[in-house]
């Protein structure tokens, strides 16, 4: 068995019970290998170019993490307290953080107990299915069915990628055959209002701003507007704001209610717009705006920068909030819901 069905087959044990199945059954963990041979050849070769250009570019955003890690295990060797300090020291650098390492490393020396596992790859195994499960249960896709218009609002520091993300979902709920509506909430950044209008060009989408106007009353008209419309989901922007700035978090506590106002129940969705190049400092931005917003769910960006990736195992441990998207390019198609083993496959390198 080669190294890469090992793992595979560790993780689909670790994540159903049973190691019974085939090395394909295995490979259909991943999101990029859900589809068979024969499956695949029912999928237009644009969609499965699209999908593997998609992993590339998550792959090519980890590949620090990843290359750290594959030359850990690539040595070889016996598991011993050396390899344990030098695989905490990769996780902590690569954004992981201090609660969601010791937790993995105490359920790797749990596994390598209970398993009597004895070899660096086996671990290499274990900590693959230890992070899917960490992981997991941030697999929440966003259902916006339930709801017509299906309100969402977004939110975030300055520069995490809100006004870009919006343009981004919409090309992706307009795949999904949605009718979209855009709100320029962002009123206190002059570009942003122009940025959000251009976004709605590229994707033939009306965005309702006012050159100035209050935020809220921007994102009310543009609820009453969706509804007039019958559209199905409404994108609101809001201007960046600093967690520190509590007059700026009252006043995105307003626009929520505003919101309420405009619509009984809505938003439907509060989604946090993370840059994932800031590293721990997403942790302390989920907090603070979770306990403004009671955030929803999590938008994270820039993947295919400087990113190390393991914030997400550091969320996935204090603040299990639905990560929705994960981003990782400037294109409109390169915003995609978050799938736990693809992620998995390319922190890790297990595709190599």
């Known amino acids: 068995m080669t190294v890469k069905a090992a793992i595979i087959q560790k993780m689909h044990y670790a994540l159903f019970g049973s190691i019974s199945a085939t090395s394909t059954n295995f490979q259909n ?4 290998l859900k589809k068979s041979a024969t499956e695949n050849k029912t999928i237009p070769a644009e969609e499965l170019s699209q999908k593997a250009g998609w992993f590339n570019r998550l792959k090519s955003g980890l590949t ?3 290359n750290q890690v594959s030359a850990l295990f690539g040595r070889g060797g016996k598991i011993d307290d050396e390899l344990y300090e030098e695989l905490e020291t990769i996780l902590i650098t690569a954004d992981v953080g201090m609660e969601a390492t010791r937790f993995l490393l105490a359920e790797l020396r749990q ?3 209970t398993e009597r596992l004895t070899e660096a790859v086996q671990l290499k195994e274990a900590l693959a299915a230890s992070l899917i499960r960490l992981l997991q249960p941030l697999v929440q896709p966003l259902q916006t069915s339930l709801h017509q218009p299906f309100v969402i609002m977004l939110a975030g520091v300055n520069g995490a990628g809100k006004t870009t993300s919006i343009g981004k979902l919409t090309k992706y709920f307009q795949t999904q055959g949605k009718s979209v509506l855009l709100a320029a909430g962002d009123t206190f950044r002059a570009a942003a209002r122009e940025q959000l209008i251009e976004w709605g060009a590229r994707n033939n989408v009306t965005v309702i701003a006012q050159q100035g106007g209050d935020a809220a009353a921007v994102i009310f008209d543009a609820v009453q507007a969706a509804q007039a419309r019958k559209i199905d989901i409404v994108l609101a922007d809001t201007a960046g704001r600093l967690s520190t700035q509590s007059h700026l978090m009252e006043e995105i506590k307003k626009v929520k209610r505003v919101i309420a106002k405009a619509l ?3 938003p439907h969705e509060v989604l946090l717009v993370l840059d994932a190049n800031t590293g721990q400092n997403a942790l302390s931005q989920v907090k603070a705006f979770d306990d403004a917003l009671a955030v929803t769910g999590l938008i994270l960006t ?4 400087t990113a190390k990736g393991g914030v997400i195992a550091a969320i ?4 299990p909030i639905p990560l929705r998207f994960i981003g990782v390019g400037e294109g409109l198609d390169d915003m995609r819901p978050f799938v736990a083993e693809d992620f998995v496959v390319a922190l890790l390198g297990l595709d190599e």
């Open 29 to 32: 963990m991943f999101g990029f």
């Open 264 to 266: 009984p129940g809505a």
């Open 316 to 319: 996935a441990k204090a603040h």
């Open 302 to 305: 820039k993947l295919d920068g």
């Open 111 to 113: 596994q390598v107990k």
């Open 64 to 66: 620090r993490t990843a």
